[in-house]
C-alpha cells in the first residue's frame, strides 16, 4: 500500500516537473532577447478542398482599396520610478502608428502618473491586493476627464480651428463623401445631409478609440526565484531522499537558471471608445456647433467646459516580453529593448482586438489566387484562424454597407513574417540581425471561391 502510495504521488510530481522543464524549455528558445511565439496548432481534421473557382492574381497596379477604418489615439503613462523609462518612452513616440486605423492622434501622447495617481478603491475591511495597486484604470479616468480629452477627440473630428470654429473635411475625407454631401451636411438642408451625419456617427466618430498604454521594465530573477519556491513547496512534505522531490526540484532549478537572467517588459493596455449617439449628436449640432460663418464665443466656451462627450472603458489586456543575454554593448541593448517594448505593445494591441469586437479591424484582399492578405505574425495570426470575408454595397441611402460573404481560414504553413522591419531584426549573440527563413510576402488563406482583391477581412474567432 506505502509504495502504491508513493507511485501515486511521484507521478503528481512528476507532472510539476514536466511543467517546471517545459519552462525551461519555452524559455531556452528566447535566444538574446528574441521573444519567440512557438505555438502549436491542431493537425486540421479534413483536408480543405481545393478551391476550383480561382481569380487571377490581383495586378500589383491595383488602386489602394478605400474603405472606412476605426481611428485611434495611443498615449503611455510615463513613470519616473520606471528603470528605461527613457528608452521605454521614446520607444513609443517613434514607434509606427498602427496601419490599420486612422491616426486621430490628439495632443499629448503621454502624461505623468505621479500627476494624476488615484489608489484604486478597496472595500472596508479588506486588504488592497496587489493587483489592484497595479490598476490604473482610476488614473487614466482621472487624466481623461481634467484634460477633457473626449472633447479634444471630438474637436479633432470637426477640424475645430483656433478660433472655436468647425468643419466637416475630416469626416467627409474619411467617409468618402463628396464634396456636394459635405456641404449638404454641414448645412444640415437635405435628406442627404441628415442621412450623412447619421451615418457619419455610426461608422466614423462612433468608432474612435483610445489605447493607454503602462509599460514597466522588470528584472526577471524575483519572477524566477518565486517560481521556483512553488514548485519546491509542492514536494516540501516529502522525505529529502524521495524520487518525486528529487525530479520535481531538479526541474524547478533548470527553469529557474534559464529564466534568472535579464529583464521582461511587461505592457497594460487600458481600451476606451468615445460614446457618441443621435442625442449626443442632436445636443452638438444644436447647442455646441460653431460655423465658420457665423462664429459665437459664446459656443466656443460652451464646448470647451462641456460635460456631453465621454470615453468609457471597455477593458485591458497585458502582454509580456521576455529580454534575456542582453551582453555588453550599450547600443545593442538598447536596440533590444526597443524591440522588446514594440513586441509587448503590439502583442497586447492583438489581445485587445481579439476580445473586444468593436476594436477588431478589417483589412483588404490584396490577391485572389491565392487568397492572401497583408496581416501576420505581428497582428497575432496563428494558423487556422478564421475571417469572414465582406463585400461593399451601397444601400438606398447611399450608406456603405458589408455584406459578408464567406469564411477563410488562415493558412498555418504560409503565415506572413512581418515582426519586425528591415534594419530592426532580433540580434543574435555576436549583435547581427536574425534573417526570418519565411520568404512569404503576405498570409495566405484557405476555403471559399469567388472573392477578389478588394474585398475585406475581419477576424472571426
Do not use: C
Not at 545593442?332 to 509587448?344: F, V
Amino acid at each position: 500500500m506505502e509504495m502504491k502510495l508513493e507511485f501515486i504521488n511521484t507521478k503528481i510530481v512528476f507532472k510539476w516537473a514536466l511543467v517546471a522543464l517545459v519552462l525551461g524549455g519555452v524559455h531556452s528558445n528566447e535566444l538574446f532577447a528574441q521573444d519567440v511565439e512557438v505555438k502549436e496548432i491542431k493537425e486540421e481534421k479534413k483536408k480543405e478542398k481545393k478551391d476550383n473557382g480561382k481569380i487571377a492574381k490581383s495586378d500589383k497596379k491595383t488602386d489602394v482599396v478605400k474603405y472606412r477604418r476605426s481611428s485611434l489615439h495611443t498615449m503611455i503613462i510615463e513613470d519616473v520610478k520606471m528603470p528605461k523609462g527613457d528608452l521605454i518612452l521614446k520607444t513609443f513616440n517613434d514607434a509606427e502608428f498602427p496601419d490599420k486605423y486612422n491616426n486621430h492622434t490628439t495632443g499629448s501622447k503621454s502624461f505623468k502618473l505621479e500627476e494624476y495617481y488615484i489608489a484604486p478603491a478597496v472595500t472596508e475591511g479588506q486588504k488592497s491586493k496587489n493587483k489592484d495597486k497595479k490598476n490604473y484604470a482610476p488614473t487614466i479616468d482621472k487624466y481623461i476627464k481634467d484634460s477633457k480629452l473626449a472633447n479634444q477627440i471630438v474637436a479633432k473630428w470637426f477640424d475645430r480651428s483656433p478660433e472655436g470654429t468647425f468643419e466637416m473635411s475630416l469626416i467627409g475625407e474619411r467617409g468618402m463623401y463628396d464634396a456636394s454631401a459635405q456641404d449638404a451636411a454641414t448645412a444640415n438642408s437635405t435628406e442627404r445631409g441628415a442621412a450623412m451625419l447619421a451615418d457619419a456617427g455610426e461608422d466614423l466618430i462612433g468608432s474612435t478609440f483610445v489605447v493607454i498604454n503602462y509599460s514597466n521594465f522588470v528584472e526577471n530573477e524575483p519572477i524566477a526565484k518565486a517560481a521556483r519556491d512553488i514548485l519546491y513547496a509542492t514536494v516540501q512534505d516529502q522525505p529529502a531522499d524521495a524520487l518525486g522531490r528529487a525530479i520535481v526540484e531538479k526541474g524547478a532549478d533548470i527553469a529557474y537558471k534559464k529564466t534568472k537572467d535579464g529583464y521582461s517588459v511587461w505592457t497594460t493596455s487600458y481600451l476606451y471608445q468615445l460614446q457618441w449617439s443621435d442625442s449626443i449628436s442632436a445636443v452638438f449640432y444644436q447647442f455646441l456647433w460653431n460655423d465658420a460663418s457665423a462664429p459665437d464665443s459664446a459656443r466656443v466656451e460652451a464646448f470647451d467646459k462641456s460635460d456631453l462627450f465621454q470615453l468609457k472603458l471597455l477593458g485591458s489586456q497585458k502582454a509580456q516580453s521576455l529580454i534575456t543575454g542582453m551582453g555588453s554593448n550599450a547600443e545593442t541593448k538598447d536596440m533590444i529593448i526597443k524591440n522588446a517594448t514594440l513586441k509587448s505593445i503590439n502583442a497586447v494591441y492583438n489581445k485587445l482586438q481579439k476580445k473586444f469586437e468593436p476594436f477588431r479591424t478589417k483589412t483588404p484582399l490584396v490577391s485572389s489566387d491565392p487568397l492572401g492578405a497583408k496581416i501576420g505574425l505581428k497582428e497575432g495570426l496563428e494558423g487556422g484562424d478564421k475571417y469572414e470575408v465582406l463585400e461593399k454595397q451601397i444601400d438606398a441611402d447611399g450608406k456603405v454597407k458589408w455584406k459578408r460573404k464567406g469564411v477563410i481560414k488562415v493558412d498555418k504553413k504560409k503565415i506572413w513574417n512581418n515582426l519586425y522591419t528591415v534594419g530592426e531584426e532580433p540580434l543574435d549573440k555576436n549583435g547581427e540581425p536574425i534573417k526570418s527563413d519565411n520568404e512569404v510576402k503576405f498570409t495566405h488563406f484557405k476555403g471559399g471561391k469567388g472573392f477578389y482583391p478588394g474585398m475585406l477581412l475581419r477576424q472571426i474567432n
